[in-house]
């Protein structure tokens, strides 16, 4: 089972950015769907965006559309999650995510199979 390796956390202050990269450990083949997934402390996981490598589809929940954006480099078979204006309510442990390609939207953690440890990411207000 391949493993995902987060980085790019960290403590900012409001408005600063930040960019999360996920890499997979082992080399793979074929297409999936790519997501980010965030907890703050003492709630549910949340969905954040997702990137689907058959066909470049992108996907954002509505509290990060327009400052987050999802990429990915195939060859590298990385993804990556550049965040802009950042917010206090944007602190928690994000997480990337791997599962089969689909053809909907795939926005709950019980659709992806494969996990990274997390990344901390801390915004002072």
């Known amino acids: 089972q391949v493993q995902l390796v987060e980085s790019g956390g960290g403590s900012v202050q409001a408005g600063d950015s930040l960019r999360l990269s996920c890499a997979a450990s082992?080399?793979?083949?074929?297409?999936?769907?790519r997501a980010w997934f965030r907890q703050a402390q003492g709630k549910e996981r949340e969905f954040v965006a997702a990137f689907n490598e058959e066909n470049g589809w992108k996907y954002y929940a509505d509290p990060v559309k327009g400052r987050f954006t999802i990429s990915g480099d195939n060859a590298k078979k990385t993804v990556y999650l550049q965040m802009n204006s950042l917010k206090a309510e944007d602190t928690a442990v994000y997480y990337c995510a791997r599962g089969w390609v689909a053809h909907y939207q795939k926005t709950t953690a019980d659709d992806y199979r494969d996990w990274g440890q997390g990344t901390q990411v801390t915004v002072s207000s």
């Open positions: 082992a080399r793979t083949f074929g297409a999936y769907v």
